[in-house]
C-alpha cells in the first residue's frame, strides 16, 4: 500500500495570485496524478505527473494554468496560476504502481479563491 | 474505457447487504471493473476489482454477470462508515488514469 499527503490541507487565496500543492507518498511510486473535484461534482483528471520530465495533461488543462512538478519517486506538486473563483476546489493527488490495480489517493486539499 | 451507467442514489439500512449495481455494456474483453468509493472529505479509496470471475476481498465482494455488461458490488453487513460515493471504472489493467462518473450516492441508516 501506499501513504499520501498532501499540503495544505485547505487554502483560502485572492484571485490572480497562485497555489502550490505538494504531494508526498511514503514509499516509492511508478505514476502520479492530479486530479480537480469542482463542489459537488465528481473526479476529473488534470495530468499525470511523470518523474524527470513534463506533465501529460489531459484536454481543457494547460501547463501555464497547471504546471507540475514530480523530481523523484515519492513526491510531486501542482501549482494553480493566476486563480480565479472558478478555480476554487478540491485538489486530490494519486499514486499507484506499474502492474498494480489499486491507486492510492491523498485527502485532498480544499482550495477557495475570493 | 467502456462508459458505465450507476443510480444515482440508493439508501439501505445498517446491518443489511447493500447491492450497488453497475452497467458496462460496450466493455471490452481487457477491461477490468474497478470499485471506488469515496467518503465525505476524503479522498477516493479502493475496493475490488475483477475480469470476469466473482471477487471477495474483507471490504466487499464483486459479482460480474457471465456477458460483462454488467456487474453488482455487494456490501455485506452494511455500517454507518459505509455512507459514501460508490464508483465504478471500466478500464484495462494497463491503462492508469481514472475515470470517475457520477457514482451512486449511498446513504446507510440506523
Known amino acids: 500500500s501506499a501513504v499520501i499527503s498532501q499540503k495544505p490541507s485547505r487554502d483560502i487565496c485572492q484571485r490572480g495570485t497562485s497555489l502550490t500543492i505538494q504531494c508526498q507518498v511514503d514509499s516509492q511510486v511508478t505514476m502520479m496524478f492530479w486530479y480537480r473535484q469542482q463542489p459537488g461534482q465528481s473526479l476529473t483528471l488534470i495530468a499525470t505527473a511523470n518523474q524527470g520530465s513534463e506533465a501529460t495533461y489531459e484536454s481543457g488543462f494547460v501547463i501555464d494554468k497547471f504546471p507540475i512538478s514530480r523530481p523523484n519517486l515519492t513526491f510531486s506538486t501542482l501549482t494553480v496560476s493566476n486563480m480565479s473563483p472558478e478555480d476554487s476546489s478540491i485538489y486530490l493527488c494519486s499514486a499507484t504502481r506499474t502492474g498494480t490495480h489499486e491507486q492510492y489517493f491523498g485527502p485532498g486539499t480544499r482550495l477557495t479563491v475570493t | 474505457d467502456a462508459k458505465t451507467t450507476q443510480p444515482p442514489s440508493m439508501d439501505c439500512a445498517e446491518g443489511r447487504a447493500a447491492n450497488l449495481p453497475c452497467n458496462h455494456s460496450?466493455?471490452?474483453?481487457?477491461?477490468?471493473v474497478y470499485w471506488y468509493r469515496q467518503i465525505h472529505s476524503q479522498g477516493p479509496q479502493y475496493i475490488i476489482h475483477?475480469?470476469?470471475n466473482n471477487e471477495t476481498n474483507e471490504m466487499a465482494s464483486l459479482i460480474i454477470t457471465e456477458d460483462r455488461k454488467s456487474s453488482t458490488l455487494i456490501l455485506p453487513h452494511a455500517t454507518l462508515r459505509d455512507t459514501a460515493v460508490y464508483y465504478c471504472i471500466a478500464k484495462s489493467s494497463n491503462d492508469y488514469k481514472l475515470s470517475f462518473g457520477a457514482g451512486t450516492t449511498v446513504t446507510v441508516r440506523a
Open positions: 475483477g475480469l470476469k
Open positions: 460496450t466493455i471490452s474483453g481487457n477491461e477490468y
